[in-house]
Structure formats: structure tokens, C-alpha cells
């Protein structure tokens, strides 16, 4: 354990929330920093912009960007703030984030508690010089009906995109109702084609669940192809249960652990239907370097990490990086690009 393990112990024995408040206010003050000694060979640079190692924070950790100049701190390569709506929203009641640590994971029913696109714009207008590349995650405000979904993420485009390396859009989470029927193909075309038009050369990503049928993919391609998509991000957190010996009863999106299975296999099948151009963010039960070594093997460019993160504790990210840079030096791999897409059947 890391020289920040007592703290971290401490940490997971206080309420999920509060615990997750304090280490975010710690992280912003600076308290909180590691030492990233080998990631030698892991940078990159993707749609024009240089990622020092290939490991970001997921989206959900910093919701209103208040720390966005902090996360190299930690020896994330790249951060995702959000998800932001056009509006400021409380999100669900408490209690709302549970932890099953014997399963290594999370349920979260947060629904999208944040400050609304304005404020965490005049946040990061501010925020200090960055070192790692920034996206912003958006999704749809609760009050807007989902026929208005695309004038919603519309606006906080319009507030937020100059500010962000990329634009991802969230049309996953299982904790606003109706959200996920956006990935249907004509309303994902909508919602895309919309922010296209409005800024033809940002970067742009949808972030899938991990529960969409094989049909269901298809259409999100479709659409990644026809809207000139970026990239793709998968997973977001699962509803499924079938994987957990026990059904704890909790309603929200399962992370961590148990969703590693269907994430990976989500990220292999867009890996193979979908351009090799396409940018892919694999993200979902990663915990340590070899988790990340198989998903960049699968197809992945990038990955994100949350609830590996949370349980491992602040040094966690320079030790998986220190693996995955150990490891392809044992293999002779020289970079990610010859590491990419090499576990994916041959076409
Ligand atoms: C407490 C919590 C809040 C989250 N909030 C968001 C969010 O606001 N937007 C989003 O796109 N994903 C959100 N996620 C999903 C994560 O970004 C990630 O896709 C998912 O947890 C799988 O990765 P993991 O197994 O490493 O946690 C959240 C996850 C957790 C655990």
C-alpha cells in the first residue's frame, strides 16, 4: 500500500459519499500527489492531442471540474470531467452510492448531481495551467423531456467545448430515466449531428453502456461512421445482476469488478466492427496493468479508471503503470501501437 494507506483505510470506513467528498477536497487543495517514475513508452498522441500514458480518470470522480488542474497529480494521463447537464441539479437522494468490497465494487444511483454547464465553465476558465488533456462528459438535464435531449446537450456544448481536450457525450448512465434509449440510432444522429454542425473540428466521443445488444452496437457504429465520431467510450456502469453471486437489491449502475466481463467484450465487439480509425476508451473493472495491457490488446487507445481507483487507494494509478511499462518492456513491445488490436481475431 501506497505512503497514503492509513488514510485511505480510514477513508473506506466512512459513508461512500463523505468519503469520496473529503479525498475530492484533498486532491483540490494539492494534498494528495504521487511519484510516476516508469511510463516511459506509454505516451501518445490521438486526434492531435499528446496523452503522456494512456490511464484517465473516468467520468463521475470530478463532476464539477473542481480539481481539473490536479489530476496529473495522481499520474492520470488524461481526465474526464462531469457528466454536466445544461442545468445545476441536486441528483438522486442520499443514500446513493453503496460499496460491495468483497466484489471489488461499486452501485451508484447519483443521477447526475452537478453545478450545470455555466458555473463549471466559469471553473474551468479559471482552473490553473493544465498538464494532462481535459475532456468534459455531458449529459441531459432530468427537467428537459427527452424529445428536447439534443437542444440540452446542445447548450452546454456551447459553454463547455472550447474548454475541453474532448467532448464526450453520455448517453449510458442508467440513473436518469429514458437516457439510455438515446443510443438508439435516429436520436444518438440527432444529438451528434447537432454538436457537429456547431463545431465541425472538436473531438467528439459517446460513451455506451455495457448492456446494449450486439444490434444495438451496430447502430451506435452506424452512427459513429455517419456523424464523423472521434471516438467511442465503453463501458459505463451496468444494470445486469446475473454476474454477482448474490443480488444485494440496490438500485443504480453496478461498477468495478463485475462489469470488467461485459465491458471488455462491448470494447472487442466495436473493436471489430467499427473503423480502426475510431478512437476507443475502454473503461470498466480495470485494476491493475495487466487489465490494461488486455483492453489496449483488445483495441483500446486509452483507458479510464474509478472504482479500481477508489478501493486501491492514491498511488494506484503509478503502480498499474508501472506494471504495464515493466511488462511490455518483458515482451518487447515497443509502444501501444504494437500492442493494439493484437488479441482481436483476424479479420
Ligand atoms: C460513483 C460513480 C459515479 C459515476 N458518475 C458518472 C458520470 O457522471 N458520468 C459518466 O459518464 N459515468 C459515470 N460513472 C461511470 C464511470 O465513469 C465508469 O464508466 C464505470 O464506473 C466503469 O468503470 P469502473 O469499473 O472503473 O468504475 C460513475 C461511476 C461511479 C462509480
Known amino acids: 500500500m501506497s505512503s497514503g494507506g492509513f488514510l485511505h ?20 487543495r494539492g494534498l494528495v500527489r504521487v511519484d510516476l517514475r516508469d511510463s516511459e513508452g506509454l505516451g501518445q498522441t490521438l486526434f492531435g492531442v499528446h496523452f503522456p500514458n494512456p490511464v ?12 481539473a488542474g490536479r489530476w496529473s497529480d495522481l499520474g492520470f494521463g488524461f ?24 466484489e471489488g465494487a461499486l452501485i451508484n ?12 465553465a466559469s471553473r474551468l476558465k479559471e482552473s490553473r495551467e493544465r498538464r494532462i488533456p481535459i475532456g468534459v462528459n455531458l449529459g441531459k438535464s432530468k427537467t428537459t423531456p427527452l424529445e428536447e435531449a439534443a437542444s440540452d446537450y446542445a ?46 473540428d472538436k473531438p467528439l466521443f459517446v460513451k455506451v453502456a455495457p448492456d446494449l445488444t450486439l444490434g444495438e452496437l451496430d447502430d ?21 445482476r446475473s454476474m454477482l453471486n448474490r443480488d444485494p437489491a440496490i438500485e443504480g449502475g453496478l461498477s468495478g469488478r463485475p462489469v470488467a466481463e461485459l465491458a471488455s467484450l ?26 490494461i495491457h488486455r483492453r489496449i490488446a483488445l483495441g483500446a487507445h486509452l483507458c479510464q479508471i474509478y472504482t479500481g481507483w477508489v478501493y486501491q487507494g492514491p498511488g494506484a494509478i503509478a503502480r498499474m503503470i508501472g506494471e504495464l511499462a515493466e511488462r511490455l ?7 501501444l501501437d504494437r500492442l493494439r488490436r493484437s488479441s482481436l481475431p483476424l479479420p
Open 9 to 28: 483505510r480510514l477513508l473506506l470506513k466512512l459513508p461512500p459519499e463523505t468519503a469520496h467528498n473529503l479525498a475530492l477536497a484533498a486532491i483540490r
Open 329 to 335: 518492456r518483458r515482451e518487447g513491445i515497443p509502444s
Open 266 to 291: 462491448t470494447l472487442q465487439y466495436l473493436a471489430q466492427s467499427c473503423e480502426p480509425e475510431l478512437v476507443l476508451i475502454g473503461v470498466g473493472g480495470i485494476f491493475d496493468g495487466d487489465d
Open 109 to 120: 444511483r447519483m443521477g447526475f448531481n452537478n453545478d450545470g454547464a455555466d458555473r463549471v
Open 220 to 240: 451506435v457504429v452506424a452512427v459513429a461512421h455517419d456523424a464523423r465520431l472521434t471516438g467511442l467510450i465503453a463501458t459505463n456502469t451496468t444494470v445486469d
Open 79 to 102: 481526465a474526464e470531467i462531469g457528466t454536466v447537464t445544461q442545468n445545476a441539479q441536486p441528483g438522486n437522494p442520499k443514500p446513493r452510492l453503496f460499496r460491495l468490497p468483497r
Open 155 to 200: 447548450y452546454s456544448f456551447g459553454r463547455l467545448s472550447a474548454l475541453a481536450d474532448y467532448v464526450a457525450i453520455n448517453v449510458s448512465s442508467p440513473n436518469t430515466p429514458g437516457l439510455r434509449s438515446l443510443q438508439g440510432r435516429e436520436a444518438l444522429f440527432e444529438i451528434v449531428a447537432g454538436l457537429r454542425a456547431s463545431d465541425p
Open 56 to 67: 484517465g480518470l473516468a467520468a463521475g470522480f470530478d463532476k464539477n471540474g473542481v480539481a
